[in-house]
């Protein structure tokens, strides 16, 4: 388990909010299978240490470990595929407040395992929350990266383009990530490598948790996401939102 460092418990004991009704889910995209250690996981364990000392309930999910089916239906057992842990996964998804997708770069991109999961996420847009929203309406997300070269902001872009094109709120400064010299050399949790002790990412990790539970303390008090001019079934039976619901069509 991370240890908190003195910084971070002084910020956790002088928290402004209470946190402990909060859930997170951290989808790991290594690919690495367990028990393989994960450098990606490595970095997420310092904000995971940070939101569990708040009294986050967090899960973490390695999405090489499950057979996510190709495909974006919800269900892919359903199109011919033998095979789908999606489902159960897609549970966890819904049931957390901060979704924190983490990844490594391979030739500059986010992993193949990133890009199954934000289509399989993708797969589940048609789902509504009971106020006809998308059901990521009313949630947080971020993303944390690893690597070796360049690409850690490129992989951020994209990844969170992906989640609040979904339906996720995307905080100031939701991305974290460490780089370690271009080209073959040791990883974030290898001895000698320096990036658990690199200030600028210690520094980007914190502040992005915070946000995750600012945002996620201020959208769970409200109730959600605001519901004016962005419920899918008004649209779809042709009403104007500042006024009633049309003759039925």
Same mark, same amino acid.
């Given at each position: 388990?991370?240890?908190?460092?003195?910084?971070?418990?002084?910020?956790?004991?002088?928290?402004p909010?209470a946190?402990d009704d909060l859930r997170?889910?951290f989808i790991?995209?290594t690919?690495k299978p367990?028990?393989e250690?994960s450098?990606?996981q490595a970095?997420a364990?310092r904000?995971?240490a940070?939101m569990r000392?708040?009294?986050?309930?967090?899960?973490?999910?390695?999405?090489v470990?499950h057979?996510?089916?190709?495909?974006v239906y919800p269900d892919m057992?359903e199109h011919r595929?033998?095979?789908?842990?999606w489902p159960?996964?897609?549970?966890?998804?819904?049931?957390a407040?901060?979704?924190v997708?983490?990844?490594p770069?391979w030739?500059?991109?986010?992993?193949?395992v990133?890009t199954r999961v934000?289509?399989?996420?993708?797969g $589940?847009?048609?789902? /509504?929350? +009971? &106020? !006809?929203?998308?059901a990521?309406y009313?949630r947080?997300?971020?993303?944390?990266?690893?690597?070796?070269?360049?690409?850690?902001?490129?992989?951020?872009?994209n990844l969170?383009?992906?989640?609040?094109?979904?339906?996720?709120?995307?905080?100031?400064?939701?991305?974290?990530?460490?780089l370690?010299?271009?080209?073959?050399g040791?990883?974030?949790?290898?001895e000698?490598?320096g990036?658990?002790?690199?200030d600028?990412?210690?520094?980007?990790?914190?502040f992005?948790?915070w946000n995750?539970?600012?945002?996620?303390r201020?959208l769970k008090?409200?109730g959600?996401?605001?519901?004016h001019? $962005?419920?899918?079934? /008004?649209? +779809? &039976? !042709?009403c104007r939102?500042?006024a009633p619901?049309?003759?039925h069509?």
């Open positions: 388990m991370t240890e908190l460092s003195e910084q971070d418990q002084r910020l956790c004991d002088e928290a909010a946190y997170a889910l790991n995209c690919l367990s028990p250690p450098h990606t970095l364990d904000s995971i940070i000392a708040n009294g986050v309930a967090v899960e973490t999910v390695r999405a470990d057979h996510l089916a190709p495909g057992t595929a033998d095979r789908d842990d159960g996964i897609f549970e966890q998804v819904v049931a407040d901060i979704l997708l983490l990844t770069i030739l500059g991109e986010k992993s193949s990133a934000v289509e399989r996420l993708y $589940n847009s048609g789902h /509504l929350n +009971d &106020a !006809g929203q998308s990521y009313g947080t997300g971020g993303v944390i990266v690893t690597g070796n070269e360049d690409g850690a902001k490129h992989c951020a872009m969170l383009y992906s989640l609040q094109h979904l339906g996720y709120v995307i905080p100031p400064q939701a991305d974290a990530a460490w370690g010299e271009a080209g073959p040791p990883s974030y949790a290898d000698g490598s990036g658990p002790q690199n600028f990412t210690n520094r980007n990790t914190t992005m948790t995750l539970l600012h945002t996620a201020w008090d409200a959600g996401f605001p519901v001019g $962005n419920q899918r079934p /008004l649209w +779809d &039976a !042709g939102f500042d619901n049309p003759e069509r």
